[in-house]
């Protein structure tokens, strides 16, 4: 049975910095691209980063271009997002995500396991 555990969630003032971690279980996952989505109140849940199994190739969306970093250790079966400067608007409940097609994609529908999140608050 494939779970995903995320952790590293917390409260943090504007500016700094909070490293996510997701631990995955049930199957080898060295081949399926991981990613984090986030869902904030009243709002459709989003893309933020996601890398490649196959080139190890990282995705990110606009907002946190330049701030997260995503990573992957495959002995550990893990992936982080290391996030920096962040905003209040980055605020929202985060996902760890794997899927197993050949790239990933921004759409959450196509991604095939989710863990059940961890919250991330941002205070001005």
């Given at each position: 049975q494939v779970q995903l555990v995320e952790s590293g969630g917390g409260l943090v003032q504007a500016g700094g910095s909070l490293r996510?971690?997701?631990?995955?279980?049930?199957?080898?996952?060295s081949n399926y691209n991981m990613g984090w989505f986030r869902q904030a109140p009243g709002k459709e849940r989003e893309f933020v980063a996601a890398i490649s199994w196959f080139n190890g190739r990282t995705y990110y969306a606009d907002s946190v271009k330049g701030r997260f970093t995503i990573s992957r250790d495959n002995a550990k079966n893990a992936v982080y997002l290391q996030m920096s400067s962040l905003k209040p608007e980055d605020t929202a409940m985060y996902y760890c995500a794997v899927d197993r097609s050949m790239v990933p994609t921004t759409t959450g529908a196509d991604w095939d396991y989710w863990g059940q999140g961890t919250q991330v608050t941002v205070s001005s």
């Open positions: 996510l971690s997701c631990a995955a279980s049930g199957r080898t996952f």
